[in-house]
Structures are given as structure tokens and as C-alpha cells.
């Protein structure tokens, strides 16, 4: 069996490596420098983070107050208390403009005075130098049709991985790997099961593969529980009571005495109006992890959703996200991305050397001959075949790409023998 589908997998491995080469390349190095931004956010914005130490901090309504100054006019949707001595409270208003970006002012909670103002994104609150590596990583800075390239690269990353493996274990008991090919494939087995996990965890995100992964965690009941909206029956929704600052406060001592939320760091969440919900929730993505979260009516905790709680699938969902982004166990998490993204970008660049030294032109000819398909078992053959179509429905960008790839193969195969057969054709004899 092995002999039996060895050309098919190197061929296979061969060309699907040079395809996606580049966007794998491009994604380690810039998951490479992510990995590094939360250092280097920490020395960019120290005069935002970090305040001197006090151990009287004023109300958190006044810092909140404070910050309502320093952005007059704008709608106040969150705070984020300071986490310890040192740490500056963050106070989130809503992007009149759209968009994932929500201004955001600093303020030290020893005096309540505003030290500066940034936009941040997303649930974990990071910062723009962080957030344009994020949108590199994601979509090369080209918005949604960008993201097709990260998509197709996490599509296949698993496809070479698992390929170079079993030609790794047939040919090596067959014949002697030649030197640049036996560092490319020990690299390879090195950061297999990484390579595996971030483009299992890559395609969570993917615009059309993620789709997928969604609808099918929703079938199986495996989604991330979420506390309720909140009920507008009730509220005069066209004359909303506006929040005012004075009453987060409460929310403070409230969120705190309860037993769910013990993260040092929590947002709370502020109401549409007067008699909805406070959501409180803990944003603590290391280990262990800490996403408790409460709702507030009246002074009283209303619903309460615990990470102890969750379905094993959306726990594994959470510590894969968390595990990519490099925050779930801290520094050594780091470390081992900055590793595995390095060890990729090598096994790139290998790649492309084997290849460069196998080119035809060096008097290899081509580097697997067509027809392969012809050696494996017709039984065999049709299992993966039907496999494959499962998969590259699952997986859009991987199915597609897989249809363009053969058909450009049976092109240049079709082009190729007409050209072999009219040099084959014998010249007429003059009359």
C-alpha cells in the first residue's frame, strides 16, 4: 500500500507546497511578530499602562466621569477597572463612525486623571500595534477578500503536513535522504502537531470553512453560552433613561462580593437604559482560564453563566483560540509560537530549496511524473476521493483550489503529450 500511493502523496506534496509556500510564509512571520507584541505593547504604551502605584484609588464612577470629559458627546459602553497597583482603568466609548475600533481613555485610578487615549479592538482589549499585525496576519491589510489568503494557507497547511509525514516513514526505510531533503523532512516532524493545530484552529476563523465550523457547533449544541440580551419589554425604547456613572459603582461591589467573578480583570458592560442589565464579565484568557460572567438588575445578580459550565467542545474552541493568540498560558506560550512560527518559515524556505535543486533545468526532469493515480488500487483510490469532496465541502477554499489545481494538471498533461506526439510524427518524404 505504501508503495502503492508514495508517487501520488510526493506529487501531491510537491505542488501543493509550492502553492501555498508563500501564504504559509506569510502568516508564520507575521504570527511571529504578534507573538512578540504584548512586550513590546508594554514598552510602546507604558504612558497609558502603567501609573505609579497608590494605595488610595478614587471611585470608579469619578474615573468614569473624568474620561466622559475627555471625550465629550461620546456614548460611554464599558469600563475596565484596574486590574492591580500600577495598571490604568480603562474607560470604552462607542465608534460613532463604525467599525471594531472603540475609543478608549486612560485614567489613573490613584487620581482619577485621564494619562491618554487610544483606540482598542475586539473582546480582549488590544491595542493598534498589536491590531494592524492582527489585520496583516488576517487579510494582508485588503479586508475581507485578504482573508481568502490566510483561509487557503490553513486549508492546506494540515494536507502538506500529513503528506510529508508518510513520505517521510516510506522513503526513508527505501533509500537515503539526501541532505537538504532529510532537514526539510526532521523539520517537518518537529512541528507537525503544531502546523496541525494552527490550521485546525486557523480555519475557526476563516470566513468560509469558520462558517462551517459555527453552523456545525451550533447543530451539536457545542456554542459558546452567552448571557441574554436583556428584555425591553417594559422600556420606552423611544424615550430611553439614560445610565449615569454614579451607579457603576454599585455594579462594582456587587460584581466583586459575588463568588463567580474573582478575575483581577473583568469589563463591565453598560445598559441601553435605566432597569436593563449590567453584564460583568471576566477577561482573564491564561490559565486557568477565567470568562465567568454575571448580569445585574436592581443591585442583584440576575443570570449567571460559568466557564465550568460550558460544553467540552466550546472549552477546547476557547483554549485553541486562546493557545493561537499566544495569551493562554502567558510567556511560554509565547515562546512556543515564536518557535513554531520560526520552524515553519524555515520548512518554507527548505521547501523551495529542494525544489530549486531538483528543478528540471539541472537535469532531473520533472520532479514526479503524472499518472500516478494510475498505481493505487481503484478501491482504495475512490475512498479518498469521496473523503476528499466531504472535505473540500467542509473546507471551501481547499476544495476549490483542489478542482483549479488538477485541472490546470490535466491541461498542462494534455498540452504536453500533443507536443510529444508531434515531435513522434515521422517527416513527409518529398514528392
Given at each position: 500500500?505504501?508503495?502503492s500511493?508514495?508517487?501520488?502523496?510526493?506529487?501531491?506534496?510537491?505542488?501543493?507546497?509550492?502553492?501555498?509556500?508563500?501564504?504559509?510564509?506569510?502568516?508564520?512571520?507575521?504570527g511571529?511578530?504578534?507573538?512578540?507584541?504584548?512586550?513590546?505593547?508594554?514598552?510602546?504604551?507604558?504612558?497609558?499602562?502603567?501609573?505609579?502605584?497608590?494605595?488610595?484609588?478614587?471611585?470608579?464612577?469619578?474615573?468614569?466621569?473624568?474620561?466622559?470629559?475627555?471625550?465629550?458627546?461620546?456614548?460611554?459602553?464599558?469600563?475596565?477597572?484596574?486590574?492591580?497597583?500600577?495598571?490604568?482603568?480603562?474607560?470604552?466609548?462607542?465608534?460613532?463612525?463604525?467599525?471594531?475600533?472603540?475609543?478608549?481613555?486612560?485614567?489613573?485610578?490613584?487620581?482619577?486623571?485621564?494619562?491618554?487615549?487610544?483606540?482598542?479592538?475586539?473582546?480582549?482589549?488590544?491595542?493598534?500595534?498589536?491590531?494592524?499585525?492582527?489585520?496583516?496576519?488576517?487579510?494582508?491589510?485588503?479586508g475581507?477578500?485578504?482573508?481568502?489568503?490566510?483561509?487557503?494557507?490553513?486549508?492546506?497547511?494540515?494536507?502538506?503536513?500529513?503528506?510529508?509525514?508518510?513520505?517521510?516513514?516510506?522513503?526513508?526505510?527505501?533509500?537515503?535522504?539526501?541532505?537538504?531533503?532529510?532537514?526539510?523532512?526532521t523539520?517537518?516532524?518537529?512541528?507537525?502537531?503544531?502546523?496541525?493545530?494552527?490550521?485546525?484552529?486557523?480555519?475557526?476563523?476563516?470566513?468560509?470553512?469558520?462558517?462551517?465550523?459555527?453552523?456545525?457547533?451550533?447543530?451539536?449544541n457545542?456554542?459558546?453560552?452567552a448571557?441574554?440580551?436583556?428584555?425591553?419589554?417594559?422600556?420606552?425604547?423611544?424615550?430611553?433613561?439614560?445610565?449615569?456613572?454614579?451607579?457603576?459603582?454599585?455594579?462594582l461591589?456587587?460584581a466583586?462580593?459575588?463568588?463567580?467573578?474573582?478575575?483581577?480583570?473583568?469589563?463591565?458592560?453598560?445598559?441601553?437604559?435605566?432597569?436593563?442589565?449590567?453584564?460583568?464579565?471576566?477577561?482573564?484568557?491564561?490559565?486557568p482560564?477565567?470568562?465567568?460572567?454575571?448580569?445585574?438588575?436592581?443591585?442583584?445578580?440576575?443570570?449567571?453563566?460559568?466557564?465550568?459550565?460550558?460544553?467540552?467542545?466550546?472549552?477546547?474552541?476557547?483554549?485553541?483560540?486562546d493557545?493561537?493568540?499566544?495569551?493562554?498560558?502567558?510567556?511560554?506560550?509565547?515562546?512556543?509560537?515564536?518557535?513554531?512560527?520560526l520552524?515553519?518559515?524555515?520548512?518554507?524556505?527548505?521547501g523551495?530549496?529542494?525544489?530549486?535543486?531538483?528543478?528540471?533545468?539541472?537535469?532531473?526532469?520533472?520532479?514526479?511524473?503524472?499518472?500516478?493515480?494510475?498505481?493505487?488500487?481503484r478501491?482504495?483510490?475512490?475512498?479518498?476521493?469521496?473523503?476528499?469532496?466531504?472535505?473540500?465541502?467542509?473546507?471551501?477554499?481547499?476544495?476549490?483550489?483542489?478542482?483549479?489545481?488538477?485541472?490546470?494538471?490535466?491541461?498542462?498533461?494534455?498540452?504536453?503529450?500533443?507536443?510529444?506526439?508531434?515531435?513522434a510524427?515521422?517527416?513527409?518524404?518529398?514528392?
Open positions: 500500500m505504501t508503495e500511493w508514495r508517487g501520488l502523496v510526493l506529487r501531491f506534496h510537491f505542488y501543493a507546497g509550492v502553492l501555498v509556500g508563500p501564504f504559509v510564509l506569510i502568516a508564520a512571520l507575521t511571529v511578530l504578534y507573538a512578540a507584541t504584548p512586550q513590546l505593547e508594554s514598552w510602546i504604551y507604558k504612558d497609558h499602562l502603567r501609573v505609579p502605584a497608590s494605595e488610595q484609588t478614587v471611585p470608579l464612577s469619578q474615573q468614569v466621569k473624568a474620561a466622559q470629559d475627555a471625550l465629550p458627546g461620546r456614548k460611554w459602553v464599558a469600563v475596565r477597572p484596574s486590574p492591580e497597583p500600577g495598571a490604568t482603568t480603562r474607560v470604552l466609548f462607542a465608534n460613532d463612525e463604525g467599525g471594531d475600533a472603540r475609543p478608549t481613555v486612560f485614567v489613573d485610578p490613584g487620581t482619577g486623571t485621564v494619562v491618554g487615549t487610544l483606540d482598542t479592538y475586539g473582546t480582549s482589549g488590544v491595542l493598534p500595534l498589536r491590531t494592524t499585525i492582527d489585520t496583516v496576519h488576517r487579510n494582508l491589510l485588503l475581507e477578500p485578504g482573508r481568502l489568503y490566510s483561509e487557503l494557507a490553513a486549508s492546506w497547511l494540515w494536507v502538506v503536513a500529513l503528506g510529508g509525514v508518510f513520505l517521510w516513514f516510506s522513503r526513508r526505510r527505501a533509500q537515503r535522504l539526501k541532505p537538504t531533503t532529510k532537514r526539510h523532512a523539520l517537518g516532524l518537529w512541528v507537525l502537531v503544531g502546523a496541525l493545530f494552527l490550521s485546525a484552529t486557523g480555519l475557526t476563523w476563516s470566513t468560509y470553512a469558520g462558517e462551517n465550523v459555527a453552523d456545525l457547533r451550533k447543530a451539536l457545542w456554542s459558546t453560552p448571557l441574554s440580551a436583556g428584555d425591553h419589554a417594559g422600556h420606552d425604547m423611544s424615550n430611553p433613561i439614560p445610565v449615569f456613572p454614579g451607579e457603576v459603582d454599585s455594579i461591589k456587587t466583586r462580593t459575588s463568588s463567580d467573578i474573582d478575575a483581577p480583570t473583568i469589563e463591565i458592560t453598560v445598559p441601553e437604559m435605566v432597569g436593563m442589565p449590567w453584564h460583568v464579565t471576566e477577561i482573564g484568557r491564561g490559565w482560564t477565567q470568562v465567568d460572567a454575571i448580569s445585574i438588575v436592581y443591585g442583584e445578580v440576575a443570570e449567571t453563566v460559568r466557564f465550568s459550565d460550558y460544553p467540552p467542545a466550546a472549552k477546547l474552541a476557547r483554549w485553541g483560540i493557545a493561537h493568540m499566544g495569551v493562554l498560558f502567558g510567556w511560554p506560550n509565547q515562546l512556543v509560537l515564536l518557535a513554531l512560527g520552524g515553519l518559515v524555515t520548512l518554507v524556505v527548505l523551495y530549496r529542494v525544489w530549486w535543486l531538483r528543478r528540471p533545468t539541472r537535469g532531473f526532469g520533472r520532479p514526479v511524473p503524472r499518472g500516478q493515480w494510475r498505481k493505487v488500487p478501491g482504495q483510490l475512490a475512498v479518498v476521493a469521496v473523503v476528499a469532496v466531504a472535505v473540500g465541502w467542509f473546507v471551501p477554499l481547499f476544495g476549490v483550489s483542489l478542482l483549479a489545481f488538477l485541472a490546470v494538471d490535466v491541461l498542462l498533461g494534455t498540452k504536453r503529450k500533443n507536443a510529444d506526439e508531434r515531435q510524427e515521422p517527416e513527409s518524404e518529398p514528392v
